[in-house]
C-alpha cells in the first residue's frame, strides 16, 4: 500500500494486518493483505459490539474492502497498559 507522509506505520498487533496513524484526520488506517475477512470485518464487528456495550473502541470511520483496509477512529498515543499503570 502506498501512503503519503501524513500516515505513519505504528506497531500492531500480532496478526497479519498493518496499523498507519494519519496524522490529518486523526485516524488510524488497517490494511490487510491476507485473511481479510478474519483481519478486516472481524475487527470492525469486534469493536462494534465493544461500543455497543459501553467499552471503548474505535468506530469504523470509512471502509474499502477490496482494497484491503479500513479506517477507524484514532483514539490516541497511550497504550491500555499506560493508563492501567496510573
Do not use: H, W
Not at 505513519?8 to 485473511?35: C, H, L, Q, W
Not at 498515543?77 to 492501567?84: A, G, L, V
Amino acid at each position: 500500500m502506498k501512503l503519503s507522509k501524513d500516515f505513519k506505520e505504528i506497531k500492531g498487533d500480532a496478526s497479519f494486518r498493518k496499523f498507519y496513524r494519519n496524522t490529518k484526520k486523526n485516524s488510524i488506517i488497517v490494511f490487510s493483505n491476507r485473511e481479510k475477512i478474519k483481519n478486516l470485518l472481524i475487527y470492525d464487528s469486534i469493536n462494534k459490539i465493544l461500543i455497543k456495550n459501553n467499552i471503548i473502541a474505535p468506530k469504523l470511520l470509512n471502509q474499502n474492502y477490496k482494497k484491503n483496509y479500513i479506517e477507524i477512529q484514532d483514539l490516541g498515543k497511550k497504550t491500555i497498559y499506560q493508563n492501567f499503570k496510573k
